[in-house]
C-alpha cells in the first residue's frame, strides 16, 4: 500500500466532497443502479489519486471527473452487455434514455461546448448531464444565477441558431 502526501489526500478529500454527488449521478445516468452508481464513484476518485498530481490545471479537475467517470460506465456497460440483457435500454418509455441516446447527446452537447470558456461548459454540464437546479450550480460554482442564466440563455440560442433542439434529445 503505498503512502499518500498529505496536500494530495487533503485535496482529494475536499475535490471529493465537492464532487461526489456529481460523479454519483452521472453515473447513476449510466449504469441505472446505486451500487454500481457508488462503486463507479469510488473507482472514478482512485484514478483521480493517481491522476492528481499530474494535473497541472486544477480547473481541469471537473472536465476530468467527467471525462473519467464516463468512460468507466461506459467500459461497465460493455462488460454488462455481454452478460445480461439490459430491459431499460430496450424500453419505448421516456423516462429514461437509452445510453446510446445519452452518448449521441454528449456528442453534440461537447460538439457545441468546444468554442465556449469553460465557466460556460461547466454550467451547461452540471445543467443537461447533471440535473442541477440553477439555484445548486451557483452554490457549487460560486456564480450568480443571472449570470447562469445569460450563459444557459447563450447556450440555447447558439444550439437553436445551428437547428439542434435539446428538447428534442432530452
Keep these: 500500500m503505498k503512502t499518500i502526501p498529505r496536500e494530495i489526500e487533503q485535496e482529494l478529500r ?27 464513484t469510488q473507482e472514478t476518485f482512485m484514478k483521480l489519486l493517481d491522476a492528481l498530481p499530474k494535473i497541472e490545471k486544477r480547473e481541469s479537475i471537473y472536465s476530468w471527473l467527467i471525462s473519467t467517470s ?21 424500453t ?17 452537447i461537447t460538439h457545441f461546448l468546444k468554442p465556449w470558456d469553460s ?9 443537461y448531464f447533471d440535473g442541477y437546479k440553477q439555484e445548486e450550480i451557483a452554490k457549487i460554482t460560486g456564480m450568480g ?18 437547428g439542434l433542439q435539446l428538447g428534442d434529445l432530452l
Design 14 to 40: 475536499s475535490l471529493y466532497e465537492r464532487y461526489a454527488s456529481m460523479v454519483y449521478r452521472r453515473c447513476m445516468t449510466f449504469l441505472k443502479s446505486e451500487d454500481e452508481a457508488w462503486d463507479a
Design 70 to 90: 464516463s468512460n468507466y460506465c461506459i467500459s461497465q456497460l460493455r462488460k454488462r452487455k455481454h452478460l445480461e440483457f439490459q430491459e431499460e435500454f430496450h
Design 92 to 108: 419505448t418509455e421516456k423516462s429514461a434514455l437509452p445510453q446510446e441516446q445519452w452518448m449521441v447527446l454528449k456528442e453534440i
Design 119 to 127: 465557466k460556460v461548459r461547466e454550467v451547461v454540464m452540471y445543467t
Design 145 to 162: 444565477e443571472s449570470t447562469i442564466r445569460r450563459h444557459l440563455t447563450r447556450f440555447k440560442r447558439k444550439c437553436s441558431e445551428s
